[in-house]
């Protein structure tokens, strides 16, 4: 039988469905089964070895033309004597930079692959299970469909299975559904179409745990065919996809190597083939210069570090990175998806609103934190307001509240201790039981005086047919009473008398006609609402008859309670909103409890309705992208529901974030473009699926998350200016100086030392530059907007012409300065030494270019001097380490090594004279390239 059908069939007829009985099966029929279906446990698909995904980090354009830069400089080694030696060295640097981001990349990939073990780990690991009509201990994954199996408190549930009998049974399914009130069970038929799992209250779900109660079951699907096992699926399916970041950087490195191919050809072949002067030897060396030059070789390990940089800053705002290329795709986020239970809201259960018989409450105070207050409220909705509107009271002096307060301690199997969390409770058991002891605190009832007046007698638990819980004390005269709390119709029906103002006065029909009515009206405000009374009974009895105890009850107050939406909530939904960013809700909990929440937070405006999980299920694709892009609370939602949302979202070019903390939430986490999970109360698998982890489980910490997302980009787009236009001048340099005749300016390990080391610094400092003002209350750059865009390639092009212009002066001045003209055979022994001064003032040259250029990296708008410069102290510290650098090699032993000789006070100033304009002149302005305010679109 389907997992579909069990729900709604009896019992008799799933037993005889799957062959089995109450007396279980023989182990005979378990061994077939165990053939037929396989162990109880989750299966892997087949996946990559380290090895293969170790191998996969150099299939890169990028990566790929350094490789064969390696080999081509090793191979300068056998068949060059002059220039053998340089290719050694130029093989080693670039092969120390790609072995080390193969590894970061490896290990990043390695663990982002943890998630099914996490799941493993959750699954129960024995089960009490009834064969051959005794029963046994047995591991969980021995289990097969037809498995009759015992269930009790404390348990995880080992498989999915049909509820034979149920006694006090609830379960705490939120890793599955996002509910965050346990669910009470029943083994009686469900009369239902399409039913969300949280519905299907008589199965019990693999992986969830029983809170309360005991109960058996039949097994009707157990490994892979469980809803457990269906979520391990899509996480396994789901597939990682590039960021915008690691798009735009695979797109550059193919348009680079596309440049270097044809450059290099074409000058490998011009000296060879055209001028016929130039040894094939002399010429391979040239075009492995002209390749060196185009490749910005340190920019992977810029990029990582700044993003590295960026995830220990984060740190101390409460978010760990687990992926590096996530922090640049939270800046471009258009959408949160978030779910609700333990994200929006607390996941603790809080006691909101308390109606007494003369008297209307509601409490401050979110979750289990301390330090609530009462105040008088008029009406259920008014405990959505402001506390400042509302009159402040003092609950000590009131009778009928501290009864009230008093049954919901005593009437209670949860247990209230100091929280691990500074200035908050801690509640061990039933949540709805943990909310009503942490309200009773707040008004200074206190949990250890209510359980020393009153001894512990005996109870009458709770199930889903009464509906009800009763608890029998014994007072320090001797008085026996029975204080009692459940749903309120069940309540009032047995109640005859209402306590008020310390008297019990007659319950009449129109009185609980109106007490129905305000029920209603808490539990359309999302409340979870429960009715409390208490009966004096005459004398102690050796059993307790329910129908006995619970007759002629006196009835006390309702307290309606919700898991509360965060304090900080409804400020980062508007500053996201404010940021262009669209918050939606995904949860798993009820429409009516949804739509409430999101009304509460203004995330909808009222009115607004919920889509549900059976509504999407029978929507297409096609009609799904349509809702999506109107609709922002979607409820009682199933896994493959939120997976389908994420992926309509994505189809329409959205960068989707979405956040959850239970195993339900795994697959979209994993799909989504950012997957973030709640660091304190998260699943194991959701957190291994995520990009991004919140230590403090706070929505407002996404907002912030993205604004440094959103700063890290803007400082990754700086330094990619500013080393592009760097490699653009050296490539056009040696492209121009080659084609004229004239040797290479800059030697393959020159250029290496340039953008490495000299370039490296001012890189750094970029990718750690002050933020932009504005940056969030911009709109998100979109997943169309691309990195290199048609603003930063014109300035690319132009960095790299005044460059190539002004190196190209100091080079040809300097031949000429120190041969009285340009000898024909400058590559001739007899001329080194000019060359090399020559060489020495290009390399000079190009460095202090650049060192002046990095200074209109930094602002897309402003020129240098009306940019806040002042700020950019990483940068001035970088601009000196390079400079000192630079006199290093000119002016120490490094020389021998680098083929440079020292320059004078003369050949300073005329550098000096050809590199300032890279620094004075507002080349935005000049050149038109300076995004106008209508290109930064603000919200």
């Not at 471009?332 to 603790?348: H, R």
């Not at 009928?400 to 200035?423: H, K, T, Y």
Request: net charge negative; glycine share 8%; proline share 4%.
């Amino acid at each position: 039988m389907v997992q579909e059908q069990t729900y709604s069939a009896e019992i008799d007829e799933i037993l005889k469905e799957l062959e089995s009985s109450e007396e279980g099966l023989s182990q005979t029929e378990v061994n077939k089964r165990l053939e037929q279906y396989g162990p109880n446990e989750l299966q892997e698909t087949e996946k990559i070895t380290p090895l293969e995904m170790f191998l996969q980090q150099f299939v890169n354009p990028m990566v790929i033309i350094l490789l064969v830069a390696i080999v081509i400089s090793v191979l300068t080694v056998y068949f060059d004597d002059v220039h053998g030696a340089e290719g050694v060295i130029d093989a080693i640097v670039i092969a120390i930079i790609v072995i080390l981001n193969a590894i970061f990349g490896f290990v990043q990939e390695y663990r982002s692959e943890q998630a099914l073990e996490s799941l493993k780990k959750m699954a129960a690991p024995h089960a009490q299970v009834k064969r051959g009509g005794r029963w046994k201990d047995i591991e969980a994954r021995d289990l097969v469909p037809g498995d009759i199996v015992a269930i009790e408190q404390g348990d995880i549930v080992p498989a999915d299975g049909r509820l034979i009998t149920a006694v006090g049974l609830s379960a705490d399914e939120s890793a599955l559904t996002g509910e965050s009130v346990p669910v009470q069970k029943t083994h009686k038929p469900i009369v239902l179409d399409r039913p969300a799992i949280g519905d299907m209250k008589n199965i019990a779900f693999s992986g969830s745990i029983i809170s309360m109660g005991k109960g058996t079951m039949v097994v009707t699907a157990t490994g892979m065919n469980t809803e457990f096992g269906k979520i391990a699926e899509m996480v396994q399916e789901s597939e990682d996809e590039q960021t915008p970041l690691q798009r735009d950087l695979d797109t550059l490195g193919k348009q680079l190597g596309g440049i270097i191919l044809i450059l290099s050809s074409l000058v490998f072949f011009a000296l060879v083939f055209m001028r016929g002067d130039v040894p094939w030897t002399e010429a391979l060396f040239i075009a492995i210069a002209l390749a060196v030059a185009a490749i910005p070789e340190g920019m992977p390990a810029i990029v990582t570090v700044t993003l590295a940089i960026g995830v220990k800053r984060m740190v101390k705002k409460n978010a760990i990175v687990r992926k590096l290329p996530a922090v640049e795709s939270l800046g471009a986020t258009t959408v949160i998806c978030s779910d609700k239970t333990g994200t929006i809201t607390k996941n603790e259960m809080t006691v909101r609103y308390l109606s007494l018989r003369d008297l209307q409450l509601t409490i401050t105070g979110s979750g289990y934190e301390k330090g609530g207050k009462y105040y008088i409220a008029p009406s259920p909705e008014s405990c959505i307001s402001l506390t400042e509107t509302l009159e402040g009271y003092d609950p000590t002096g009131n009778q009928d509240l501290i009864r009230m307060l008093e049954i919901g301690q005593m009437c209670s199997n949860a247990v209230l201790q100091e929280g691990e969390r500074e200035n908050s409770w801690e509640v061990l058991g039933d949540p709805t039981e943990g909310a009503l002891l942490v309200a009773a605190e707040k008004a200074g009832v206190c949990y250890d005086d209510t359980h020393t007046k009153y001894e512990d007698i005996t109870e009458i638990s709770f199930d889903s047919t009464r509906k009800r819980m009763t608890t029998i004390h014994k007072d320090p005269e001797g008085n026996y009473w029975a204080f009692i709390k459940g749903a309120p119709e069940v309540i009032l029906e047995r109640s005859t008398l209402i306590l008020e103002n310390g008297e019990e006065h007659e319950l009449k029909e129109d009185l609980k006609k109106e007490l129905l009515e305000k029920n209603q009206s808490l539990a359309d405000c999302a409340m979870r609402v429960l009715g409390l009374a208490y009966r004096r009974l005459d004398e102690e009895k050796e059993e307790w008859d329910s129908e006995e105890v619970e007759k002629d009850l006196v009835f006390v107050g309702l307290a309606g309670m919700i898991d509360p939406p965060r304090d900080e909530i409804e400020e980062a939904i508007k500053k996201a909103r404010s940021a262009g960013i669209r918050p939606i809700m995904i949860t798993g909990d009820h429409e009516r409890t949804a739509s409430a929440i999101a009304k509460i937070i203004k995330l909808v405006e009222p009115g607004t309705e919920a889509v549900t999980g059976s509504q999407i299920e029978e929507m297409d694709d096609q009609e799904l992208e349509e809702v999506v892009k109107t609709v922002n609370v979607f409820a009682r939602v199933a896994p493959e529901h939120k997976l389908r949302i994420v992926k309509a979202l994505k189809r329409q070019s959205e960068i989707v974030a979405m956040t959850g903390d239970g195993v339900n939430d795994a697959p979209a986490v994993r799909t989504a473009d950012v997957g973030i999970s709640m660091g304190i109360q998260g699943a194991d698998v959701t957190k291994d699926a995520a990009d991004l982890i919140l230590t403090d489980d706070n929505f407002a910490t996404i907002v912030s998350a993205v604004e440094f997302g959103r700063e890290i980009y803007a400082n990754i787009r700086k330094f990619v200016r500013f080393l592009l236009s760097a490699n653009a001048g050296e490539v056009l340099l040696v492209f121009f100086m080659v084609m004229i005749g004239l040797p290479v300016p800059l030697t393959p390990i020159e250029i290496l030392w340039i953008n490495l080391v000299t370039d490296g610094p001012p890189a750094l400092a970029l990718g750690v530059d002050p933020a932009e003002k504005g940056l969030m209350e911009r709109k998100p750059r979109g997943a169309e907007k691309k990195l290199l865009d048609k603003g930063m390639s014109l300035l690319i092009l132009v960095g790299g012409l005044l460059a190539t212009i002004a190196t190209s002066i100091v080079y040809i001045g300097f031949i000429w300065l120190h041969f009285g003209g340009i000898p024909a055979d400058l590559l001739n022994p007899a001329n080194a030494s000019g060359l090399a001064y020559a060489r020495t003032g290009a390399f000079v040259t190009m460095i202090m270019f650049q060192l002046f250029w990095v200074w209109n990296c930094r602002d897309e708008t402003r020129p240098v001097w009306r940019s806040n410069y002042r700020q950019a102290t990483y940068l001035m510290v970088a601009v000196l380490i390079s400079f000192l650098l630079t006199l290093l090699v000119v002016y120490s032993p490094l020389t021998a090594v680098f083929g440079t000789v020292p320059l004078g006070v003369f050949e300073w100033l005329v550098v000096l004279a050809a590199t300032l304009p890279g620094l004075l002149l507002p080349v935005y302005h000049v050149f038109d390239l300076a995004e106008k305010p209508n290109d930064i679109p603000e919200v």
